[in-house]
């Protein structure tokens, strides 16, 4: 879609790409035609139609017509005489362009070469700049200028394509930018209020164009001023009376770099401060374990999905009561967003009040299973989650699983095996009024129990769709359990051979609870 122009100004041929027949009631263009064009050329005198302009140049057979009139012969039409007929010859017309004062040759070498860069002038009398050269990026394209007489223009003409904006600092302020805290300011100003003004200018044009390069245009008697505008915000300044096209041009894309640049500078600054809060964020929603007083030892292992992040929907907790009795759990919000990990926060921090105060088996899964209906963003959301609660001597556990796989119990002389789960419950939010049956388990003397999320056993086994599973995660721990390890070193072995099984990162949260108890 064509910029809207304001009237009494015309847009440079070199923005255009093509010179632009006159309106009737346009004023003076800023490109006149040479003297000597022949009155049928000048745009007050023939207006022609812009797409036939732009088309007749591509044919470049010699005119060998002398018919008259106003044919429909192929190239631009001389149009030396007049009268009716048809002219059937190939014209190959070679004198001004229409108001542009350039050939139809460089018309047409500049319409045919795609533009890199826009660049918006703001100053009073666009007609009489000395910028009006023609100007080349590095690639030799010419740069599209565009024109502005006031900020108010500026605006309208400032739009996502303008790479830089030239800003001759002697612009009149606005009215209402030109009243100072003294209530002064008559429109022309004079000494320190001069000052001021320029740079409110250059202040509003910064307030406008935030992400565009900007170039101060000064007089060589005034470097100061130059150097002030840089300060402000402006990319360089330029002395008005010493440009040339190419020192203009240089410093055109010199500018637009240099906003590039720095604006990609403070974007990876913003993106490196947003993420450091967003990792003291989610480290601090991880769960400290409550455990003092207790004999039994505590490990995990946790692994978001989501790349860069530190919580992902997967959540667990432990927690030891006044009575001694140490409650664990852990649990999975289907999903692998920003808004599973902030629901799967919300569950601990509620299964942690709860704990606390007293609920335990059926009662407290059925309280959280109203938190989750009220915190879930859609109905069909729901949540896993295995509880145990150990008793003060560490030799029995309640064991309660909502939709979640059972944990793995290993003692000394005896396979790893899992906890019964035919008692398993629906999941949170899936079944109104449902009931989760706590069992009974007896752990021993000695023990170690693992709690995990199904992100450890729905890796795949090498290239084939295959998962590990249940079976496939027992033979596994088994075996490491067989090699000495324990603890800490048993998860995080444990977690990178699924991953090595699965041929790199696993797509969903993983994480492993370790509780071990010691004769």
């Known amino acids: 879609m064509p910029v809207p122009v304001p009237r009494q100004r015309a847009i440079p041929a070199v923005e255009c790409g093509q010179a632009p027949a006159a309106s009737p009631d346009s004023g003076p263009s800023k490109e006149q035609a040479p003297p000597g064009t022949h009155p049928a050329e000048h745009p007050t005198t023939r207006r022609e139609n812009p797409t036939e302009k732009r088309e007749k140049p591509t044919d470049t057979s010699p005119d060998t017509s002398t ?13 030396t005489s007049t009268g009716t007929g048809t002219g059937t010859g190939t014209d190959s017309r070679t004198g001004t362009d229409t108001g542009a004062g350039r050939t139809h040759t460089d018309r047409t070498t500049q319409s045919a070469a795609p ?13 009489g700049s000395p910028i009006v050269p023609d100007l080349l990026d590095q690639a030799g394209k010419p740069i599209r200028v565009r024109t502005a007489r006031n900020l108010t223009e500026a ?13 001759d600092l002697a612009l009149s302020a606005p009215a209402p930018a030109r009243t100072n805290a003294d209530g002064g300011g008559n429109g022309n100003g004079g000494g320190d209020d001069e000052d001021h003004d320029e740079l409110a200018v250059l202040r509003h044009v910064l307030e406008l164009a935030p992400r565009h390069a900007v170039l101060a245009l000064t007089s060589s008697s005034d470097a100061e001023r130059g150097a002030e505008a840089v300060a402000v915000g402006a ?18 894309r010199y500018a637009v770099e240099r906003k590039r640049s720095d604006s990609a500078e403070r974007r990876l600054a913003e993106g490196r401060l947003r993420a450091q809060e967003n990792r003291r964020l989610e480290r601090g929603l991880l769960p400290t374990p409550l455990l003092a007083g207790s004999p039994l030892r505590f490990a995990a292992r946790y692994r978001p999905g989501r790349s ?19 409650h664990a759990m852990i649990g999975d919000v289907c999903g692998h967003g920003p808004d599973e990990a902030a629901l799967g926060v919300e569950l601990r921090i509620a299964w942690r009040a709860l704990t606390l105060a007293g609920l335990c088996g059926d ?19 729901f949540a896993t989650l295995c509880a145990v609660d150990i008793s003060p001597d560490g030799r029995r556990a309640g064991l309660c699983l909502a939709g979640h796989p059972s944990p793995l119990l290993s003692r000394p002389g005896e396979p790893a095996r899992l906890l019964p789960y035919d008692n398993n419950g629906p999941a949170l939010g899936l079944l109104p009024g449902a009931r989760w049956p706590r069992m009974q388990v007896e752990l021993g003397a000695e023990w170690s129990l693992m709690l995990y999320t199904d992100g450890l056993i729905e890796g795949h086994v090498g290239e084939g769709r295959e998962r590990l599973g249940q079976d496939g ?23 990178n051979e699924v991953r090595e099984l699965n041929g790199g990162e696993l797509a969903d949260d993983v994480a492993v609870v370790l509780l071990d108890r010691t004769a």
């Open 155 to 167: 605006g309208r003409l400032l739009t996502d394509d303008v790479h830089c904006i030239l800003l």
């Open 67 to 79: 018919g008259t009139g106003t044919g429909t012969g192929t190239g631009t039409d001389s149009r």
């Open 363 to 381: 009662e407290l899964l059925g309280t959280l299973q109203q938190v989750l209906e009220h915190e879930r963003s859609d109905d069909e959301i």
């Open 473 to 495: 995660m027992v033979e596994m721990v088994r075996r490491q359990l067989a090699e000495g390890l324990a603890g800490e070193e048993l998860l995080r072995t444990a977690v």
């Open 115 to 127: 533009t890199n860069l826009t660049v918006l002038l703001i100053e009073d009398d666009p007609a």
């Open 235 to 252: 990319q360089d300044y330029l002395f008005r009376d010493e440009l040339d096209g190419r020192l203009l041009s240089r410093a055109i």
């Open 308 to 326: 860069r992040a530190l919580l992902g929907g997967d959540f667990y907790d432990v927690v030891r009561t006044p009575d001694g009795t140490v």
